[in-house]
Nanobody, 115 residues
Framework: QVPLVESGGGSVQPGESLRLSCAAS????????AGWYRQAPGKQRERVVE???????TFDDSVNGRFTISRDNAKATIVLQMNNLSPEDTGVYFC?????????WGRGTQVTVSS
């Protein structure tokens, strides 16, 4: 198991920003890819971004250019900076860590974008 604890999230208006953090514990974090999925009401969970051990990230097209991600392997954390948010970004955001095809999940944090 990889315990993952998310923080951040909340309610903002369109065009505003939010920052989500995720902290792992008890593992050598550099051995894991990590990132975020989100799930909007009535929709399937979709991947937002994955960042590899070396910091290289792959973003979904819907957030590319608006979201950035950083990771600190020593602190076992990743931080998702979300800018210029739109109502389509609303959903529960789940942090994950992946080693091969084995996934570990956080409990999720709500992001609501509404005017």
């Amino acid at each position: 198991q990889v315990p993952l604890v998310e923080s951040g999230g909340g309610s903002v208006q369109p065009g505003e920003s939010l920052r989500l953090s995720c902290a792992a514990s008890g593992v050598i974090f550099s051995q894991y890819a990590a990132g975020w999925y989100r799930q909007a009401p009535g929709k399937q969970r979709e991947r937002v971004v994955e960042v590899r051990f070396n910091g290289r990230a792959t973003f979904d097209d819907s957030v590319n250019g608006r979201f950035t991600i950083s990771r600190d392997n020593a602190k076992a954390t990743i931080v998702l900076q979300m800018n210029n948010l739109s109502p389509e970004d609303t959903g529960v955001y789940f942090c994950y860590a992946r080693r091969g095809q084995q996934y570990f999940w956080g409990r999720g944090t709500q992001v609501t974008v509404s005017s």
